[in-house]
Nanobody, 117 residues
Framework: QVQLVESGGGLVQAGGSLRLSCAASVRTFNSYPMGWFRQAPGKEREFVARIMWSGGSTYYADSVKGRFTVSRDNAKNTVYLQMNSLKPEDTAVYYC??????????WGQGTQVTVSS
């Protein structure tokens, strides 16, 4: 069964850093664009970042540009989200996805990120 499994979430103070990981269960994902969404309490799920299969093209939401970096290691079937200068408004459940950002084909189960002020 195809799976995306996130890890790396947790509690951090404002200004701190976290790195999220998303491991894919099959090498097939190496041909997919992959990335991250997030959903804060009471809000809709929103796009955060994506990276093309080759790793050469990335795109970010304006709210995280300059603070977050998405990367991937196709040899490990893993995509990462390095989050720096975290703010309380970054608090959310972060979801890894594979496929088009407008209609993802696969989702991970989510990992909680909480940023305290």
């Amino acid at each position: 069964q195809v799976q995306l499994v996130e890890s790396g979430g947790g509690l951090v103070q404002a200004g701190g850093s976290l790195r999220l990981s998303c491991a894919a269960s099959v090498r097939t994902f190496n041909s997919y664009p992959m990335g991250w969404f997030r959903q804060a309490p009471g809000k809709e799920r929103e796009f955060v970042a994506r990276i093309m299969w080759s790793g050469g093209s990335t795109y970010y939401a304006d709210s995280v540009k300059g603070r977050f970096t998405v990367s991937r290691d196709n040899a490990k079937n893993t995509v990462y989200l390095q989050m720096n200068s975290l703010k309380p408004e970054d608090t959310a459940v972060y979801y890894c996805y594979a496929g088009s950002s407008s209609r993802p084909d696969y989702w991970g189960q989510g990992t909680q990120v909480t940023v305290s002020s």
